[in-house]
């Protein structure tokens, strides 16, 4: 009698699916087994059951862990974003870009407004749905990836930080324009949006309208070399309206 034999197989088979990696099956092969005995389901369609769930499981947890990484600041997403209160903005071109096909096509996307008209909240919805999807999304704020890069800069990584950064399928940037760049800080965020130039799709959001991007950048020349290249194939979302926190308080000061 070999080897094989003599263990139980439930110890073997455990030990081999462990090892090939394949937990749902470990885990689901036996309830599945009795259930298709019942169901009189045959051999190949068991397996194939039993494939099925372990390929549903590992893209479950592919996207977990593409939402992780992400790092967004607020779970929100565009099944809760009410269009009505933005008559200007397309909810047929937000839907659109929602399927995530302008990540393929490289585009970018700007969103401009004053604050609170939902900027941040429609950033993590399309992140969030190309996480969905299985691609690799980073969202940041303009003032916390320029303190990344310079610290990275100073302890000698930059280049690793820039490579992760240009490797994303999708960077979200929040909140360009709230706090005027330095020099080196406008140079580096240049680095970064000029590095993704038809390599990867990113999102910008802004409460500052283009001509105004001069006084974040603080160089005209800066500034027009980095709109270029943003530009080049972008969608822009005009969220111009009154601010939804504002609304929204005064409504319940009124129901009150
Ligand atoms: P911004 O980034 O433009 O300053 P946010 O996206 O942070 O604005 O929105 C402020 C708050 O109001 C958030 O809690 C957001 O979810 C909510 N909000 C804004 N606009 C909408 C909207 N159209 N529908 C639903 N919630 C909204
Ligand atoms: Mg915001």
């Given at each position: 009698m070999s080897a094989t034999e003599a263990t139980d197989p439930k110890v073997l088979l455990g030990h081999h699916l462990k090892k090939l990696k394949l937990p749902t099956v470990l885990a689901e092969y036996e309830k599945q087994a009795r259930q298709c005995a019942e169901q009189g389901i045959d051999y190949p369609r068991y397996l194939l059951r039993l494939a099925e769930l372990e390929l549903i499981e590992r893209?479950?947890?592919?996207?977990?862990r593409r939402i992780r990484?992400?790092?967004f600041p607020a779970t929100k997403s565009l099944d809760s974003f009410d269009f009505k209160a933005l008559p200007a903005l397309s909810k047929l071109l937000v839907l659109e870009l929602a399927r995530s096909e302008f990540i393929i096509r490289r585009e970018n996307i700007i969103a401009l407004g004053p604050s609170g008209t939902g900027k941040t909240h429609l950033a993590i919805g399309l992140g969030l749905?190309?996480?969905?999807?299985?691609?690799?999304?980073?969202?940041?704020?303009?003032?916390?990836?320029?303190?990344?890069?310079?610290?990275?800069?100073?302890?000698?990584?930059?280049?690793?930080?820039?490579?992760?950064?240009?490797?994303?399928?999708?960077l979200i940037i929040d909140e360009l324009g709230y706090v005027p760049l330095s020099q080196t800080g406008a140079e580096l965020l240049f680095e970064v949006i000029s590095g993704r130039y038809e390599r990867g799709a990113t999102i910008v959001t802004s409460n500052l309208a283009f001509e105004d991007w001069t006084s974040v950048f603080g160089s005209e020349r800066l500034t027009g070399a980095l709109l270029d290249r943003l530009t080049h194939h972008v969608h822009i979302l005009e969220m111009n309206g009154d601010s939804y926190r504002l609304k929204q308080s005064k409504a319940r000061k009124q129901s009150s």
């Open positions: 893209q479950r947890k592919m996207v977990e990484a992400a790092k749905a190309a996480c969905q999807k299985g691609m690799t999304v980073g969202f940041v704020t303009a003032a916390s990836l320029v303190n990344q890069l310079a610290e990275a800069r100073d302890e000698k990584r930059l280049i690793r930080l820039q490579t992760s950064l240009a490797k994303l399928q999708l």
